[in-house]
């Protein structure tokens, strides 16, 4: 849930990108990251041991205006992809306020979507929140391979309700700000909801 700092006038938010381990929530944090003005962001730290890594930063957003006379800063976070990295999946997600599922579009990993996106609807629940009930968005990830799976297909295994939905290639930058944006928007009528 956002954290409100009363001095500074913030409200903070924080957004986890999950998904399967190597489906680019690392290269969509990078990307954000490297395209964002260094005025409005905070530095990139990377939590990693020898075999998991998270990413995390922060920034200030300038054209999304204020909510009641707060500036909203947004946290971004990735999980580390392996699943029996549960542990650390299930920290990071205490406290959010939305998800961005990462799918890897190819063909071959649909059998890993589909269990972290399982994992996912598990993890919140463990947490007390309901994947019905939190803004979360999916992004395909890696449309460019020719490999990818139709877009129905992925849509018919990881977005079944019909949840906004972004078609990307993280590694160009193609769809990774209309996905943030896309969370953003839900996080931010959420919290105008006054949750």
Do not use: W
């Amino acid at each position: 849930m956002s954290f409100i700092n009363y001095s500074s006038k913030e409200i903070n938010c924080k957004i986890v990108y999950y998904g399967p381990g190597l489906c680019g929530k690392t290269t969509n944090l990078q990307y954000v990251y490297g395209k964002t003005n260094p005025v409005a962001k905070g530095k990139m730290i990377s939590l990693a041991t020898e075999t998991e890594r998270t990413l995390f930063f922060d920034f200030l957003p300038l054209t999304l205006g204020e909510i009641k006379g707060f500036k909203v800063r947004f946290h971004l976070y990735t999980v580390p992809g392996q699943i029996f990295y549960d542990a650390s999946r299930k920290l990071i997600l205490k406290g959010v306020d939305g998800v961005v599922f990462v799918a890897d579009s190819q063909v071959e990993r649909m059998e890993a979507n589909i269990e972290s996106f399982e994992n996912l609807a598990i993890n919140l629940k463990e947490q007390g929140y309901d994947l019905d009930k939190i803004p979360y968005v999916v992004q395909y990830n890696k449309r460019d391979l020719p490999n990818a799976a139709p877009l129905e297909e992925l849509r018919n295994l990881l977005n079944p309700k019909g949840i906004p939905e972004f078609e990307a290639c993280a590694a160009t930058g193609e769809g990774v700000f209309e996905t943030l944006k896309g969370i953003s928007k839900l996080v931010l009528t959420e919290l105008k909801k006054g949750r």
